[in-house]
């Protein structure tokens, strides 16, 4: 009976090395999704509950930030394979009323928000896991075990032996096919759950490499000039670096398809928002500007298949612009460094004590945007984890000079954002 084991064996470990590679980004089955969206004038998330079977339900709520109540959000999830859409209205407030909506299918599907005469459209994947092919080893092992042992019995009561030593020696194969299986199987990734981004294999002959080029960026406005306290929409048109076709393959990233920062070129003004999809390739959301001058824009985003990108472009508000002036404290709290001066290329803790326990947004208890006096460089950081009341930041400016910097959590039912500068020194020997 050695033999026999031996091949049975050697069949499950083939079977297992075999098995399917590992889930590309964000196909997690289960796992909730959460979008930032800056719409109707509120800063909201929307999340997606994981769901385990389909048809069956889809769970969607709206978290509020700022306000911490915002107008009714319409929702409609589209089947993009079939077209079958439903509809829910959801209620935005600090915790999320979650409404269901009834899928039909695994696979890609959008979500259109409505809201105060804006829309967006999320795309996003229905995902349930399915059986992978070590559950059926194990479970098949262990019937065709329990089948032949069975019969191994009732052939030795017959006082048939031969026979019954065969079914015994098949049945103890089987046990050993699934005892591997569970022992060699936690080892290895999990195949892509149903209704996933099909994998390509990018070692076959012919196949596409891996990775995508950087998108470019056009940032416009409409009106083309605003004025100052008048509402513009800010717009961002993204195209392929190779191929010129609009970019429609972001994905989550910190809880967002993109995060936009919006400075004054004096820094008096900041906004960090998250803008809508309204359409492949195309980003929008709406903004009011109290002054006139030059606007910088600094986009974070990221592709399938690709790393984190930072692009940026400019606007102009009409009027004379003022003079350009480094931003002042304006919340009374002052940011401890540590180095106090801090030095260039070098590693800086920057702690604000805060006062309160902040709320999660964007996966982070809080954020770090830091700016060049000339808007060359941008840099944004998370809070490294420390308890309440207070945030703490590690961060290497990259050279000497004036930086512009907003630290920024949540708490209660509004986003807190406070602006400091620091002069950084030149390195020394």
Known sequence: MIRPLRVLCLVAVLLLAGAAPAAAHNVTAGADLRFAQTIAGAELTVVIKGT????????????????ATGPP?????????????????????????????PVERTGPHELRLTAGGEVAVLPFRVLVDRGSAGEFLIY?????AG????????????????????????????????????????ALPPPPPDGAVPTVDTRAVGAPAAGRPFARGRVTTLPASPAPGEEFT???DLTDGSTGHPVDDLVLHHEALAHLVVTSEDGAYFRHLHPLRTAPGRLEVRLRADRPGR????????????????LDGAFRVAGHAPAVLPTPPATGITP???????????????????????????????HLIVRSQDGTFFGHVHEMGVPAPRLRFTFSF????????????AAGDRIVTVPFTVEVAEALG
């Open 52 to 67: 385990s079977r389909v048809p069956g339900p889809l769970l969607i709520g709206v978290i509020a930030y700022e306000p």
């Open 73 to 101: 959000v319409g929702l409609e999830v589209r089947s993009v394979e079939d077209g079958h859409k439903v509809t829910a209205t959801a209620q935005p407030s600090a915790t999320p009323r979650y409404v269901k909506l």
């Open 140 to 144: 098949g092992g262990l019937l065709v």
């Open 147 to 186: 089948l032949l042992l069975v019969g191994g019995l009732l052939t030795g009561a017959l006082s048939r032996r031969t026979p019954a030593m065969l079914l015994a020696g098949g049945a103890a194969a089987a046990v050993t096919v699934a005892a591997m299986v569970v022992v060699f199987e936690p």
């Open 234 to 236: 800010l717009r961002l």
């Open 295 to 310: 606007f910088l824009a600094y986009a974070e985003l990221e592709r399938e298949d690709s790393g984190g990108q930072l």
């Open 336 to 366: 401890v460094l540590r180095p106090s001066v801090p030095v260039a290329g070098r590693p800086t803790a920057i702690e604000v004590g805060i006062g309160v326990t902040p709320r999660q947004w964007l996966g982070m208890s809080g």
């Open 398 to 409: 990259p050279a000497p000079g004036r930086y512009l910097a907003w630290a920024q959590y």
